[in-house]
């Protein structure tokens, strides 16, 4: 039962005049969006967050990316040349932890969102995260590269126990439930640090979210290039210690920063919440509905029904959900009087909390197939660079190295975006003052992922043209260079700029304060379905390519194949897409929110009134 007694609710009334009177003798002292220190009480602006704690925080994202690539980049030749997987079971296995690893960034935004608070989770996944890099470094040095030397392309391992097999999957699932757990919850804490009722810390939040995307992309560069050299020459205990150590001085950075964030209490479990609007929402399938939306139920003052959030105004549609908040004779009964039952009546806030999430989902849904394209910079691209001439003088060029590229252009455009494009829309939006909105620079990074594919179509079919006059049996590497890959993966760069940095402001935006690490969280799953739709995809056009005397368009001698279709039917699915995702985009409507709100939930009395 929701019950708020007047003795109680007179109690938080007069604590939150006080605390309105000592904002008011010291506007500049506080953050003005509810932020707490360490202790709970509200945050002073001067010793918390901003970029002492921001910069902090990408350091970590960097130096954690470093350590989760270290291992990811190169599992799948680990489980070749150390286990001795064959290429078909290392692959899979490769998807399945990675798959795990998106699932995972699910259970720590809920655990975040819910009950333990982003720092809290943070913390513990990180550890989790770093134990799971030791067992790995451990059980590599101590069992699973043997004999010494080995794991290498000439010098395969040999067999090992069930034990030891059984140590490795824990240790890189412990590494998957670590980084998953904490990925979605680093982001939305860092821009936790900024205050978004202050003009100046606003825009540095918006700014925060393209550099940590810039820091994960330099953490995996190093990863790409350094460590997976070691790693490809057989020194996996080292490449793997590497880790370790990144990872470690990443928990103690954070640990470090501790005394100095700003911190959103955690605001319950969302599941019952929305359990309870569809619940209150279909018992009052008969009831007749207000006339306008100022007369359903919602709490008084700054009082809110979902800790530490602020009240969302009503808007229109999914108007069955809006039942919900229609308050009956039964509702206003002297029995029920300041006392009532959640699965009969629950406020505007939580209803639009449901709609939030269901508005969210179609712009979600579209952003898949724009991931099924990114993933193909670690598989096809890779597989037709390797088909191309490779070799500078006597210096072979590693193919997979050149999404060096990609993450070089990431870099650039982030720069350009911020420095010249963004101040450069805002002039020819006199009347706004803003550059692009973060669901125009999604479509953006749709159309610029089209043109992608299409190059990389374009490349392929020079490619295949140069092969068949070079080889007579179309069996060795194009004469055409590796190089000419170069404007493809600068592309998909330039594309992630405005997809993926507008995707995290996008869903961190517009999630309900009680669900921002779900909002990451979509992120991160939207990769993982890409993948999953990817593998799907080639799985079909192979089955449908593949004829009598044709090897389908993706075979494993890329001069027999024509892997260009495929890249030109990625163009035109994702040209598609990008049409549905202009509608969903224009059917959106955006939350409206208000001042930070108290939670008049069961605390004790004498809790802290930390918001503002």
């Not at 333990?116 to 996944?125: P, S």
């Not at 126990?161 to 824990?170: A, D, E, H, P, V």
């Not at 790409?224 to 080292?238: H, K, P, S």
């Not at 994702?574 to 208000?594: I, R």
Request: overall charge neutral; aromatic content about 12%; hydrophobic content about 45%.
């Amino acid at each position: 039962m929701t019950c708020f007694k007047a003795s109680k609710k007179a109690k938080i009334n007069e604590l939150v005049e006080v605390e309105d009177r000592e904002m008011k003798a010291g506007k500049e002292d506080y953050t003005l969006d509810g932020t707490v220190d360490l202790h709970g009480r509200p945050a002073i602006r001067a010793r918390t967050g901003r970029w002492a704690a921001g910069i902090l925080l990408l350091v970590n994202q960097g130096l954690a990316t470093l350590a989760f690539f270290g291992v990811g980049v190169n599992l799948v030749l680990f489980l070749t040349r150390v286990l001795q997987q064959d290429n078909a079971d290392a692959a899979n296995n490769v998807s399945k932890w990675t798959g795990t690893v998106y699932i995972f960034s699910l259970v720590g935004a809920f655990l975040s969102d819910s009950y333990w608070g982003r720092y809290k989770t943070c913390a513990i996944f990180q550890l989790i995260f770093v134990i799971g890099l030791a067992s790995l470094s451990l059980s590599s040095y101590l069992f699973l590269v043997k004999p010494s030397g080995c794991g290498n392309e000439q010098k395969p391992c040999g067999s090992h126990s069930n034990f030891q097999i059984g140590l490795f999957y824990l240790s890189i699932y412990l590494i998957a439930l670590g980084n998953g757990g904490y990925q979605p919850n680093i982001a939305t804490f860092g821009a936790d640090q900024f205050d978004e009722g202050d003009p100046k810390e606003g825009h540095s939040k918006v700014a925060f979210f393209s550099y940590f995307y810039l820091a994960l992309n330099l953490g995996s560069l190093f990863s790409n290039t350094i460590l997976g050299y070691f790693e490809d020459e057989g020194m996996w205990a080292l490449g793997f210690w590497a880790s370790t150590g990144s990872a470690f001085v990443a928990l103690v950075l954070f640990l470090v920063g501790t005394p100095g964030y700003r911190h959103f209490k955690p605001s319950g479990n969302p599941l019952s919440r929305f359990c309870h609007v569809v619940v209150a929402a279909t018992k009052k399938l008969r009831a007749e509905f207000p006339p306008s939306g100022d007369n359903l139920y919602e709490v008084d003052g700054k009082e809110c029904a979902i800790t530490g959030g602020r009240k969302i105004l009503h808007t229109e549609g999914f108007r069955f959900l809006d039942r919900a908040a229609i308050i009956t004779s039964k509702d206003t009964t002297p029995h029920n009087k300041g006392c009532h039952s959640p699965w009969n009546l629950c406020t505007i806030t939580q209803v639009e909390e449901v709609k939030c999430i269901l508005r969210l989902l179609p712009i979600w849904l579209c952003t898949i197939l724009y991931s099924v394209v990114f993933t193909q910079m670690a598989s096809l691209f890779v597989e037709q660079g390797a088909a191309m001439k490779t070799t500078i003088s006597n210096f072979r060029i590693p193919p997979a190295s050149m999404s060096s590229f990609d993450i070089l252009s990431v870099a650039a455009f982030i720069f350009i975006y911020r420095r010249i494009l963004d101040p450069f829309v805002s002039t020819l939006k006199k009347a706004s003052g803003k550059g692009l909105t973060e669901l125009q620079r999604m479509g953006v990074g749709l159309i610029i992922a089209i043109i992608a594919m299409v190059s990389a179509g374009i490349v392929e079919c020079y490619r295949l043209k140069y092969a068949k006059q070079d080889c007579k049996h179309c069996e060795g590497s194009s004469s055409l260079s590796i190089f000419w890959q170069i404007p493809q993966y600068v592309l998909i760069g330039a594309s992630e700029v405005f997809m993926y940095v507008g995707q995290l402001e996008f869903f961190n935006g517009q999630a309900p304060d009680g669900l921002k690490s779900f909002g990451s969280a979509l992120c991160m799953t939207s990769i993982s379905l890409g993948n999953y739709v990817s593998s799907l995809l080639v799985t079909m056009v192979m089955k449908i390519s593949t004829e009598d005397n044709m090897p389908g368009w993706i075979p494993g001698n890329l001069n027999k194949g024509h892997l260009d279709r495929f890249y030109f039917l990625l163009a035109v699915l994702t040209t598609l897409d990008f049409l549905v995702y202009v509608a969903c985009a224009k059917w959106y409507k955006y939350m409206k929110l208000e001042d930070k709100c108290v939670n008049m939930g069961d605390e004790d009395e004498n809790d802290q009134i930390w918001s503002v």
